[in-house]
Structures are given as C-alpha cells and as structure tokens.
C-alpha cells in the first residue's frame, strides 16, 4: 500500500521559505504514468493546487504561485520537496503531498495525512 | 488557466439520491475526478475517469459527464456521505491541475 508522508516545521516566519518534505514509501516515486503534487487548503477553504513535479524533475506549478515556488525530486530518497518563499500569513494552510496519475484518467489517487503549516511572526 | 465552478452547498434528505455539479471548459476535454473531505481528514478520491471507484468506494457513488458538465452522484445518501466534495481534473490547455470550489454535502 503506497503511503504519503509530509515533514516540516510547522510555523514560519512572515517574508521566511517554506520548506516541506513529502516521503514515499511502499512504491517507488520513478515509477512512470505518475506525477507527484503538493496541494494547500488554507483553514475553512477550498483545495488549492500548487504544483507536480514527474521523477525526471519537469515541474509544472500554479500561475498564481509560479514565481514563489520550487518543487524538487530525490529519487534516490524517494522523497519530494517543496519550497514556498516570502510567505505571508495568506500561506497559512494545511499542506498535502499526493500522488497525480496522468494520462487518460487524470486524478489525485493517494494523498499524504497533511500538515498545517502557519505563518506568524 | 481554467476554472471549475460548484455550487458552495447542497442538501439532501437521508436515503434520497443527490447530483453534484462541476462546470468548466477543462471538462469538455478530460473527465473530473472527485474527492470527499470529511473534517479535520484528508482528501479521499471516490470517483474518477469515465466513471471509475476506488476500492473500498461505495457504488452508491456513481459519476457521468456531458459537454463542459461534470457530476457525482450519490444514489440513497447516507448520513456518513456528509463531507465537502470537490472536483479536480486536468487543466485544458497544459499539464497544470485545477480544483472546484468544493460543495458542502448536507443529509437531512
């Protein structure tokens, strides 16, 4: 059973990076027709998408994020990370890793448990 | 890029069939997929594709498309089937992925 992990700290300072790890485990994040997600839910909102990432490294990430984020891949960890910079207390929200599988049907199949990320001085 | 629009809340009585809706341009050219969030719960994927569930996934969930249109339907709701749904699905012009607002399922 593939199984989603998030790690980070939990509070972050306003204009400071966001920096989360999201570990696979019980699959291997090469594998191919997959892409892998973060995806943020600030509190009492609706889900929004930040940006997937295939095990090669190509990267495609929301418009509205694009010029704060970075999400990178460590297959040899078969880890995934993101990075969100200049935050501001907009950023508060939970963070969940996902598996995207791509192609004919497109959908976020398994998710990580979340972890609440808060932006305050 | 696109937008998927639903309606925030939609109620219906126990045992009793209801449709959520998803509208947007993204739809005419791939399916949605669609979640259930329960509170303080991840995500959990109930329909995809043409109409596809999960294992595990009750087949009282049930989802079909037409022109930009997407639906989930819930035939003879349970009071366990309260939870926010949203919809998800490719982007129509790039690899980019896009959510619906999310509509609040409530079962009288």
């Known amino acids: 059973q593939l199984q989603l992990q998030e790690s980070g700290p939990g509070l972050v300072k306003p204009s400071e990076t966001l920096s989360l790890t999201c570990t696979v485990s019980?699959?291997?994040?090469?594998?191919?027709?997959?892409?892998w997600g973060w995806i943020r839910q600030p509190p009492g909102k609706g889900l929004e998408w930040i940006g997937t990432i295939y095990y090669s490294g190509s990267t495609y990430y929301n418009p509205s994020l694009k010029s704060r984020v970075t999400v990178s891949v460590d297959t040899s960890k078969n880890q995934f990370s993101l990075k969100l910079s200049s935050v501001t207390a907009a950023d508060t929200a939970v963070y969940y890793c996902?598996?995207?599988?791509?192609?004919?049907?497109?959908?976020?199949?398994?998710w990580g448990q979340g972890t609440l990320v808060t932006v305050a001085s | 890029s696109s937008e998927l629009t639903q309606d925030p809340a939609v109620s219906v009585a126990l045992g009793q069939t209801v449709r959520i809706t998803c509208q947007g341009d993204s739809l005419r050219r791939y399916y949605a997929s669609w979640y259930q969030q329960k509170p303080g719960q991840a995500p959990v994927l109930v329909i995809y594709g043409k109409n596809n569930r999960p294992s595990g996934i009750p087949d009282r969930f049930s989802g079909s498309s037409s022109g930009n249109t997407a639906s989930l339907t819930i035939t003879g709701a349970q009071a366990e089937d309260e939870a926010d749904y949203y919809c998800n699905s490719r982007d129509s012009s790039d690899n980019h992925v896009v959510f619906g607002g999310g509509t609040k399922l409530t079962v009288l």
């Open positions: 996902a598996r995207w599988s791509y192609g004919g049907n497109n959908h976020f199949d398994y």
């Open positions: 019980g699959g291997s994040i090469s594998s191919s027709s997959y892409y």
